[in-house]
């Protein structure tokens, strides 16, 4: 069955987007079938894919995505009578292909204004989505790309997801991004009872040349006891100052340097995934 997997971070600045568009067309281009859902209200992963495949019509996401509701905000939308139950659009009709093996669920700026976290019917609409549409059968891998900020759409990503990665920019506030990640999903699994794994970490625009400074970071980032039991990723990403003009758009997988670093990413992480399912089973032999 496919995996679905957050990409999140509670501190912004960190490439969180960059590295979910990144593995996501790297797999998709090895053959793998992958889905994305843009559940950040920036919708930053949305434009960064839109940008690359839908190029050519410049009114693409108003009038194909927009006007025909095919974004994510249909997914947290509320029913016109309280007699009547929601329902659920399938993936079809909510998704943007891309290329043969990626689709898009785009995200929308419009989750700013419906954000109600009290309303705890909305935490379980991704997953239940995941579920309704077989999603899992259909997909090697479904990324969700979450917003860096405590929201019900956060919760339902969590919810919805088997693994959750970090990227982590090395500087002197990281920790309390990692701090507050950390707490906020330690008791979503205590609530809700989630089988909800942590990947590992992935340090994000590391310098080539790393002066001594960050490395002391790096140091003593590594040694805080909150993060005690997470794995840091042996691959990471290099600062490329050819993404931040943008050049060939914001998918890190047009500059030949930047695809290297999310090959090695992918590869690890998907190694990481088959560590854990092999894990898995042989404690359910062993018990």
């Known amino acids: 069955m496919g995996k679905v997997i957050s990409i999140i971070n509670m501190k912004g600045g960190v490439g969180k987007t960059t590295l979910?568009?990144?593995?996501?067309?790297?797999?998709?281009?090895?053959?793998?079938?992958?889905?994305?859902?843009?559940?950040?209200?920036?919708?930053?992963?949305?434009?960064?894919?839109?940008?690359?495949?839908?190029?050519?019509?410049?009114?693409?996401?108003?009038?194909?995505?927009?006007?025909?509701?095919?974004?994510?905000?249909?997914?947290?939308?509320?029913?016109?009578?309280?007699?009547?139950?929601?329902?659920?659009?399938?993936?079809?009709?909510?998704?943007?292909?891309?290329?043969?093996?990626?689709?898009?669920?785009?995200?929308?700026?419009?989750?700013?204004?419906?954000?109600?976290?009290?309303?705890?019917?909305?935490?379980?609409?991704?997953?239940?989505?995941?579920?309704?549409?077989n999603l899992k059968d259909k997909y090697d891998y479904i990324f969700i790309d979450c917003p860096p900020t405590l929201t019900i759409y956060t919760d339902s990503s969590l919810i919805a997801s088997d693994y959750y990665l970090i990227p982590n920019r090395i500087d002197r506030y990281s920790i309390i991004g990692i701090d507050s990640l950390q707490s906020a999903i330690k008791g979503l699994i205590s609530e809700e009872e989630l089988p909800l794994k942590c990947l590992g970490i992935v340090y994000t625009m590391v310098y080539k040349n790393p002066p001594q400074k960050q490395e002391d970071l790096r140091q003593s980032f590594e040694s805080k006891k909150s993060l005690e039991g997470i794995d840091i990723f042996s691959s990471q990403t290099t600062f490329y100052k050819s993404i931040q003009f943008g050049k060939l758009g914001a998918n890190p997988t047009n500059y030949i340097k930047a695809k290297q670093d999310i090959i090695a990413v992918s590869r690890e992480l998907m190694d990481r995934i088959e560590k854990e399912e092999k894990d898995v089973q042989r404690s359910n032999i062993i018990s």
């Open 20 to 133: 979910c568009v990144g593995i996501s067309d790297y797999l998709a281009e090895i053959g793998k079938k992958v889905l994305l859902i843009d559940a950040d209200p920036q919708f930053n992963a949305t434009q960064s894919l839109l940008d690359q495949y839908k190029a050519s019509d410049n009114s693409f996401y108003t009038s194909q995505v927009i006007n025909k509701e095919k974004t994510i905000f249909r997914l947290f939308s509320t029913t016109e009578s309280l007699t009547k139950a929601y329902e659920y659009p399938t993936v079809d009709e909510l998704k943007v292909a891309l290329t043969d093996n990626l689709d898009l669920i785009c995200g929308d700026l419009r989750l700013v204004l419906s954000n109600n976290s009290s309303n705890a019917r909305f935490a379980k609409r991704i997953k239940t989505f995941i579920d309704k549409g």
